[in-house]
């Protein structure tokens, strides 16, 4: 009985959501053009010249200047090179944060221990601190140690992620205790529980925050700004920078070097966007 | 209890030392460096007198005012347009939300530099925004070398680059809100703008905390985008704390001074903390 009455219901609330659906679209409609259209623009960028970019009515179709814009680039900065820095940058971190990052969350999520609540309020008030209140003695550390100009000093301040560490041990503490203890009874040692029953059950959020550090790293501009001033050490992010404050700006060049910095991981994300959104977000909020 | 009680502490110990050495020194010894003053080759007890100068360096109050007007016109813009992009997708009238979703947040993954060149060469003044409002009558916007309108790019920027993010933050939170709750509303003849602000706004008040705390926290460290797309200008109308924390430490050197600068950074990130909490507290 209930099924034919709510029929006619529906088909009359539908007539009466139509404007507000079109509304809807008309509004997602004009948000879309607005986030897309740089990317579209970038594209067209790289591939003519300098001057196109500023005709009126502009210029929307790609030109020819593809690899013109690439050498002129490419004899700007060292690309292979800089880009090998930021590849090899990002996935030292990536290994490095994820190990030193899940042990301790792991620790904040499962074992107990004095001073637990302590440590955890310290990582989380940590999280707070504007990045410039340590810049200037992490320098003079760097600097002092000889450290400037090294891969190192890149990624060495950022290791411990107090936000990666929060992450995971939301993630940790679902796991379900019981197995923890039932590998105790059996005598596996607490590392080997660790690596061996905790971590492979915790693949994807591993996988999501990998994600996470991965971008974090790669889009990293004023530490390494301030650390490597040998061009030849320099991030992606640093060496594009650069072509700015050049007196003559060639900005076909400058817009192939923001496709080659943008292009890759707009792949990566269309690709992986699940896990994408759920590194960036974390498990924070689910 | 065969077992060492020290296990625990192994597995923090990694994460505890990096901490130790690369946050807890360095926030301590910046302290005590913007008492400081570099002097015939080394540093010297400078009282507070980085402070006063502070006080009295007119490029320091701009920065404070530019970072604040940034900051009170770019976060809740942001906010608010990035709740009604995410009410919008959480509507059941909707289709192809996967692939709006995933378009707006397509900008949350671009680098800071790399986004901030392309808007300054789109919004320079014979660009492609300018050429785009040309046709819709308007006047061409002197956007990068105005001061008023070197804020708003800032702010435009900046709004393309963070409003996704915070909508799929939001999205994550509306779905978690029951249905039933908007039903009942609309039975009870409550139209779609009553029920965001009496029904959606609430629900999300936690959520909006957590992203209007991260944004404040970005915000007033703001140094890539006026970097790298007006470069603090022109005359300083777009310098900000962050930027003038980097020019005083790396371009004039004077390390004692920054530190003071950046003490005022961690002061007002914990004031306006402080009063965000209390604010979402109240309510």
Same mark, same amino acid.
């Given at each position: 009985?209930?099924?034919?009455?709510?029929?006619?219901?529906?088909?009359?609330?539908?007539?009466?959501?139509?404007?507000?659906?079109?509304?809807?679209?008309?509004?997602?409609?004009?948000?879309?053009?607005?986030?897309?259209?740089?990317?579209?623009?970038?594209?067209?960028?790289?591939?003519?010249?300098?001057?196109?970019?500023?005709?009126?009515?502009?210029?929307?179709?790609?030109?020819?200047?593809?690899?013109?814009?690439?050498?002129?680039?490419?004899?700007?900065?060292?690309?292979?090179?800089?880009?090998?820095?930021?590849?090899?940058?990002?996935?030292?971190?990536?290994?490095?944060?994820?190990?030193?990052?899940?042990?301790?969350?792991?620790?904040?999520?499962?074992?107990?221990?004095?001073?637990?609540?302590?440590?955890?309020?310290?990582?989380?008030?940590?999280?707070?601190?504007?990045?410039?209140?340590?810049?200037?003695?992490?320098?003079?550390?760097?600097?002092?140690?000889?450290?400037?100009?090294?891969?190192?000093?890149?990624?060495?301040?950022?290791?411990?992620?107090?936000?990666?560490?929060?992450?995971?041990?939301?993630?940790?503490?679902?796991?379900?205790?019981?197995?923890?203890?039932?590998?105790?009874?059996?005598?596996?040692?607490?590392?080997?529980?660790?690596?061996?029953?905790?971590?492979?059950?915790?693949?994807?959020?591993?996988?999501?925050?990998?994600?996470?550090?991965?971008?974090?790293?790669?889009?990293?501009?004023?530490?390494?700004?301030?650390?490597?001033?040998?061009?030849?050490?320099?991030?992606?992010?640093?060496?594009?920078?650069?072509?700015?404050?050049?007196?003559?700006?060639?900005?076909?060049?400058?817009?192939?070097?923001?496709?080659?910095?943008?292009?890759?991981?707009?792949?990566?994300?269309?690709?992986?966007?699940?896990?994408?959104?759920?590194?960036?977000?974390?498990?924070?909020?689910? | 209890?065969?077992?060492? =009680? #020290? !296990?625990?502490?192994?597995?923090?110990?990694? $994460? @505890?030392?990096?901490?130790? *050495?690369?946050? +807890?020194?360095? &926030?301590?010894?910046?302290?005590?460096?913007?008492?400081?003053?570099?002097?015939?080759?080394?540093?010297?007890?400078?009282?507070?007198?980085?402070?006063? =100068? #502070? !006080?009295?360096?007119?490029?320091?109050?701009? $920065? @404070?005012?530019?970072?604040? *007007?940034?900051? +009170?016109?770019? &976060?809740?813009?942001?906010?608010?347009?990035?709740?009604?992009?995410?009410?919008?997708?959480?509507?059941?009238?909707?289709?192809?939300?996967?692939?709006? =979703?995933?378009?707006?947040?397509?900008?949350?993954?671009?680098? @800071?530099?790399?986004?901030? *060149?392309?808007?300054?060469?789109?919004?320079?003044?014979?660009?492609?925004?300018?050429?785009?409002?040309?046709?819709?009558?308007?006047?061409?916007?002197?956007?990068?070398?105005?001061?008023?309108?070197?804020?708003?790019?800032?702010?435009?920027?900046?709004?393309?680059?963070?409003?996704?993010?915070?909508?799929?933050?939001?999205?994550?939170?509306?779905?978690?809100?029951?249905?039933?709750?908007?039903?009942?509303?609309?039975?009870?003849?409550?139209?779609?703008?009553?029920?965001?602000?009496?029904?959606?706004?609430?629900?999300?008040?936690?959520?909006?905390?957590?992203?209007?705390?991260?944004?404040?926290?970005?915000?007033?460290?703001?140094?890539?985008?006026?970097?790298?797309?007006?470069?603090?200008?022109?005359?300083?109308?777009?310098?900000?704390?962050?930027?003038?924390?980097?020019?005083?430490?790396?371009?004039?050197?004077?390390?004692?001074?920054?530190?003071?600068?950046?003490?005022?950074?961690?002061?007002?990130?914990?004031?306006?903390?402080?009063?965000?909490?209390?604010?979402?507290?109240?309510?």
């Amino acid at each position: 009985m209930e099924a034919v009455k709510s029929v006619p219901m529906t088909q009359e609330k539908k007539n009466r959501k139509l404007p507000q659906k079109i509304g809807m679209y008309a509004m997602l409609g004009i948000f879309l053009v607005v986030s897309i259209f740089p990317f579209y623009w970038m594209f067209i960028g790289s591939t003519n010249e300098s001057g196109k970019m500023f005709t009126n009515p502009p210029t929307l179709l790609p030109g020819t200047k593809l690899v013109e814009n690439y050498q002129n680039l490419n004899s700007a900065i060292d690309v292979s090179r800089v880009l090998f820095n930021s590849l090899f940058v990002s996935l030292l971190y990536v290994v490095s944060a994820l190990i030193v990052c899940s042990l301790a969350a792991y620790a904040l999520a499962k074992l107990e221990f004095k001073g637990k609540n302590l440590i955890f309020t310290a990582f989380l008030l940590s999280m707070m601190i504007p990045y410039q209140a340590t810049l200037i003695p992490l320098f003079q550390m760097m600097s002092s140690a000889g450290w400037l100009n090294t891969y190192f000093a890149v990624i060495a301040p950022q290791i411990c992620y107090p936000f990666a560490i929060f992450l995971l041990r939301q993630n940790f503490l679902a796991f379900p205790t019981e197995l923890i203890e039932a590998a105790r009874l059996d005598g596996a040692s607490e590392l080997k529980i660790f690596a061996k029953v905790v971590m492979p059950a915790m693949r994807p959020s591993l996988a999501a925050a990998s994600i996470f550090l991965f971008m974090t790293q790669w889009n990293n501009f004023l530490w390494p700004l301030v650390v490597l001033n040998d061009s030849s050490m320099h991030t992606f992010p640093v060496a594009l920078s650069s072509l700015m404050g050049l007196s003559y700006i060639d900005y076909g060049q400058v817009m192939m070097g923001v496709s080659i910095a943008t292009i890759p991981i707009i792949i990566f994300f269309l690709v992986l966007q699940k896990q994408f959104i759920s590194g960036m977000l974390g498990s924070a909020v689910k | 209890m065969s077992r060492s =009680r #020290l !296990f625990p502490y192994w597995f923090l110990a990694p $994460a @505890l030392v990096l901490f130790l *050495i690369f946050t +807890v020194y360095p &926030v301590a010894a910046s302290f005590i460096l913007s008492f400081q003053k570099f002097e015939a080759g080394s540093y010297a007890f400078n009282g507070l007198n980085n402070y006063i =100068r #502070l !006080f009295n360096d007119e490029i320091f109050w701009t $920065a @404070l005012k530019n970072t604040f *007007i940034i900051f +009170v016109f770019q &976060v809740p813009i942001m906010l608010l347009l990035a709740i009604v992009l995410a009410g919008a997708l959480n509507s059941q009238l909707l289709k192809l939300k996967g692939f709006f =979703r995933v378009s707006f947040f397509l900008p949350a993954v671009t680098s @800071l530099v790399a986004y901030s *060149i392309l808007f300054s060469i789109m919004l320079q003044e014979e660009g492609i925004i300018n050429n785009a409002l040309s046709y819709l009558g308007i006047a061409a916007v002197p956007w990068l070398s105005d001061g008023f309108w070197a804020k708003a790019s800032i702010i435009l920027a900046m709004t393309w680059r963070w409003t996704g993010y915070n909508m799929v933050i939001f999205l994550a939170a509306l779905q978690n809100i029951p249905e039933e709750i908007y039903e009942a509303a609309s039975l009870d003849g409550a139209g779609k703008i009553r029920q965001f602000f009496h029904i959606t706004i609430p629900q999300l008040k936690p959520v909006i905390l957590f992203a209007g705390t991260l944004s404040t926290i970005g915000t007033l460290q703001l140094f890539d985008e006026p970097f790298n797309l007006t470069k603090g200008g022109p005359a300083d109308s777009t310098m900000t704390l962050g930027l003038y924390i980097y020019q005083n430490g790396f371009e004039y050197f004077q390390f004692g001074y920054a530190s003071a600068i950046a003490y005022v950074v961690v002061v007002l990130v914990a004031i306006l903390t402080f009063i965000q909490f209390k604010v979402a507290g109240d309510r």
